[in-house]
Protein backbone atom coordinates (compact mmCIF):
# COMPACT_ATOMS: atom_id res chain seq x y z
CA UNK A 1 0.00 0.00 0.00
CA UNK A 2 2.93 2.16 -1.01
CA UNK A 3 1.50 5.32 -2.07
CA UNK A 4 3.83 5.12 -5.46
CA UNK A 5 1.92 1.43 -5.86
CA UNK A 6 0.13 -0.65 -7.91
CA UNK A 7 -3.77 0.94 -6.98
CA UNK A 8 -3.99 4.41 -6.20
CA UNK A 9 -6.87 4.47 -3.98
CA UNK A 10 -4.69 1.95 -1.66
CA UNK A 11 -2.35 3.67 0.18
CA UNK A 12 -1.87 5.35 3.44
CA UNK A 13 -2.90 8.53 3.62
CA UNK A 14 -2.59 12.32 5.40
CA UNK A 15 -0.21 11.60 8.69
CA UNK A 16 -0.31 8.26 8.60
CA UNK A 17 1.57 7.88 5.28
CA UNK A 18 5.30 9.16 5.90
CA UNK A 19 5.31 6.66 9.27
CA UNK A 20 3.93 3.95 6.79
CA UNK A 21 6.79 4.56 4.07
CA UNK A 22 9.21 4.40 6.64
CA UNK A 23 8.00 0.99 8.12
CA UNK A 24 7.55 -0.44 4.67
CA UNK A 25 11.13 0.53 4.17
CA UNK A 26 12.72 -0.42 7.01
CA UNK A 27 11.22 -3.81 5.92
CA UNK A 28 11.99 -3.72 2.44
CA UNK A 29 16.10 -2.78 2.74
CA UNK A 30 16.60 -5.20 5.75
CA UNK A 31 19.67 -7.43 5.58
CA UNK A 32 18.13 -10.48 7.05
CA UNK A 33 15.01 -12.61 7.50
CA UNK A 34 14.48 -11.81 11.43
CA UNK A 35 15.05 -8.48 10.77
CA UNK A 36 12.57 -8.09 8.32
CA UNK A 37 9.97 -10.06 9.50
CA UNK A 38 10.41 -7.98 12.90
CA UNK A 39 10.31 -4.50 10.55
CA UNK A 40 6.55 -6.31 8.81
CA UNK A 41 5.03 -6.99 12.24
CA UNK A 42 5.83 -3.48 13.35
CA UNK A 43 4.16 -2.33 10.01
CA UNK A 44 0.86 -4.51 10.41
CA UNK A 45 0.77 -3.39 14.01
CA UNK A 46 1.01 0.31 12.74
CA UNK A 47 -1.50 -0.92 9.99
CA UNK A 48 -3.86 -2.62 12.48
CA UNK A 49 -3.52 0.37 15.47
CA UNK A 50 -4.71 3.16 12.84
CA UNK A 51 -7.44 1.04 10.62
CA UNK A 52 -5.55 1.93 7.76
CA UNK A 53 -6.99 -1.51 5.88
CA UNK A 54 -10.64 -2.04 7.50
CA UNK A 55 -12.87 -4.76 6.29
CA UNK A 56 -15.87 -3.90 4.69
CA UNK A 57 -17.64 -6.97 3.67
CA UNK A 58 -17.27 -10.91 2.69
CA UNK A 59 -19.06 -12.31 0.27
CA UNK A 60 -19.64 -16.49 -0.11
CA UNK A 61 -19.43 -17.21 -3.86
CA UNK A 62 -21.42 -19.96 -5.15
CA UNK A 63 -21.10 -21.51 -8.22
CA UNK A 64 -23.14 -23.93 -10.76
CA UNK A 65 -22.23 -26.25 -13.03
CA UNK A 66 -24.19 -29.20 -15.04
CA UNK A 67 -22.80 -32.27 -13.89
CA UNK A 68 -23.72 -33.62 -17.47
CA UNK A 69 -20.71 -31.67 -18.64
CA UNK A 70 -18.56 -31.62 -15.47
CA UNK A 71 -17.67 -34.55 -13.62
CA UNK A 72 -15.23 -32.92 -10.69
CA UNK A 73 -14.79 -29.17 -9.49
CA UNK A 74 -11.13 -30.10 -8.48
CA UNK A 75 -9.66 -29.01 -5.39
CA UNK A 76 -11.03 -25.46 -4.85
CA UNK A 77 -8.87 -24.01 -1.95
CA UNK A 78 -9.46 -20.35 -2.83
CA UNK A 79 -13.09 -19.21 -1.41
CA UNK A 80 -12.54 -15.47 -3.77
CA UNK A 81 -11.45 -17.40 -6.87
CA UNK A 82 -12.64 -20.59 -9.45
CA UNK A 83 -9.50 -22.33 -10.34
CA UNK A 84 -10.25 -23.58 -13.80
CA UNK A 85 -7.39 -25.71 -14.08
CA UNK A 86 -8.45 -27.82 -11.60
CA UNK A 87 -12.58 -28.73 -13.29
CA UNK A 88 -12.96 -32.03 -14.98
CA UNK A 89 -15.17 -32.55 -17.69
CA UNK A 90 -16.47 -35.58 -19.03
CA UNK A 91 -14.67 -36.71 -22.06
Known amino acids: ?3 DGHRKN ?4 NDFSKEYTNLYNKALESNSFDERLNHVK ?6 SNNSILIPLAEEKMIYYYNPKHISSMGSQNNPL ?11
Open 1 to 3: YKS
Open 81 to 91: TLNFEEIKSHE
Open 10 to 13: YKAM
Open 42 to 47: ELSEFT
